[in-house]
Nanobody
């Protein structure tokens, strides 16, 4: 299993980012995928998931500010994050949900600051 996240960066409050995750080593098209994040000093938390058929589930912390999507032809899952807040600062990861693989990617750092 390989998960490679990208698209993070430093943004000002209110800004937007689109994160990408390229997956390989498992049957992506039949897997429910999700984005997670881990802020400094906190546990990794679930943010949003997407089923093989496109059904979605959002955590309250990002509901209304984010949109998850997937491209099964590219084995890639995306999340569009809008109206970013300083409390969104974290390392963002993708993985299967609800049973994530033990092999996490390196994540992509998102920093929200003025």
């Amino acid at each position: 299993v390989q998960l490679v996240e990208s698209g993070g960066g430093l943004v000002q409050p209110g800004g937007s980012l689109r994160l990408s995750c390229a997956a390989s080593g498992f049957t992506f098209s039949s897997s429910t995928m999700a984005w997670y994040r881990q802020a400094p000093g906190k546990q990794r938390e679930f943010l949003v998931g997407i089923t093989p058929g496109g059904g979605t589930n959002y955590a309250d912390s990002v509901k209304g500010r984010s949109t998850i999507s997937r491209d099964n032809a590219k084995n890639t899952v995306y999340v569009q994050m809008n109206n970013l807040k300083p409390e969104d600062t974290a390392v963002y990861y993708c993985n299967r949900w609800p049973r994530p693989y033990s092999d996490w990617g390196q994540g992509t750092q998102v920093a929200v600051s003025s």
